[in-house]
């Protein structure tokens, strides 16, 4: 399957434009679903007690390091029971232990609820013992905002900088007038538009677009986490990555970018069927096992 089909096949299951928010995670849950595939019973999952966190090691047993991961969704659905596949497919390539945490969505909840939620769920991990050199951060899409975000926080709060940070297909820049937002606009398998709405409802007040917590990609830093930018040639985020990678790289710190041809927005969360995916998730996998030895 290629991009153009995987976009056919998604346009005919599911409308990004659909105001009824419920029935369009539904439509969600069950199109990734139906990429699923036997690696997610080759994995141990197990519910934290009292937290709305899921346990996912590797079958040799929990490793050493932790990789607190936030799934997608635009802040409006999606689950870490949704991103199994994903998830799974990580913790048994890298042989490391996954926390998926399920964050509080709209309309429950606006800015900066899911953000607070990242914070509570890495102060936990610390609070169990665990060094912030042995922890690191993923996510995918609006998780992976608050992947950076939460090192923002972290340094903010001095919580301790995580050993590692992975961003893929990352909302970076809540202004979206970057380039890519023009030139991978019909290629790519999410809308401008579809992010205008997004920032409507997640940020109804509009002062929170000064905050830096949202703006990440203007900040300094003297500490940052060993980083991979992870993004898709078509995806009309590109520039958001590659420009986020430039400022930390100008700073001194050890980021990576890497752009996965001919892949579109979240293409990992299809990598059953779709090579760009499989190979997104590989290199990802890779990067994770090098990082955090």
């Given amino acids: 399957m290629d991009s153009a089909e995987l976009k056919e096949y998604f346009s005919k299951r599911v409308s990004l434009s659909s105001a009824d928010l419920v029935a369009m995670a539904q439509l969600f849950a069950q199109l990734y679903g139906e990429f699923q595939t036997d690696i997610v019973h080759r994995v141990c999952c197990t519910d934290a007690i009292d937290r709305p966190y899921i346990w996912v090691d590797p079958l040799e047993g929990r490793s050493s390091h932790v990789i607190l991961f936030f799934h997608g969704g635009g802040y409006t659905m999606g689950s870490s029971k949704d991103h199994m596949q994903l998830i799974a ?3 048994e390539r890298s042989g490391k232990t996954f926390l998926a ?3 509080r969505l709209f ?3 606006t800015f900066p609820a899911p953000l607070d939620d990242a914070e509570a769920s890495y102060r936990w991990l610390l609070e169990q013992g665990l060094p912030a050199s042995r922890i690191g951060l993923a996510g995918i899409s609006a998780g992976a905002a ?22 893929m297909s990352g909302l970076n820049d809540f202004r979206f007038d970057r380039p890519s937002m023009a030139f991978n606009s019909c290629l790519d398998l999410v809308s401008l538009n579809r992010l205008e709405s997004i920032v409507e409802f997640y940020f109804p007040d509009q002062s929170s677009f000064e905050s830096d917590d949202v703006l990440c990609i203007n900040q300094n830093y003297n500490h940052y986490p060993k980083t991979l ?10 520039s958001d990555a590659i420009e986020m990678h430039e400022s930390l790289r100008s700073q001194g710190h050890d980021v990576h970018l890497n752009v996965v041809p001919q892949m ?3 293409g990992q969360m299809f990598a059953r069927d779709y090579p760009p995916g499989q190979s997104a998730i590989e290199q990802a996998a890779g990067f994770i096992k090098s990082a955090l030895q």
């Fill in 89 to 91: 497919s990580l913790v």
């Fill in 101 to 103: 945490v399920d964050y």
């Fill in 107 to 109: 309309p429950a909840v």
């Fill in 146 to 167: 608050l992947v950076t975000q939460l090192v923002h926080r972290c340094a903010k709060k001095s919580l301790g900088c995580p050993a590692l940070a992975m961003v």
């Fill in 229 to 238: 930018f992870q993004v898709g040639d078509q995806e009309i985020l590109l």
């Fill in 264 to 266: 579109i927005h979240c």
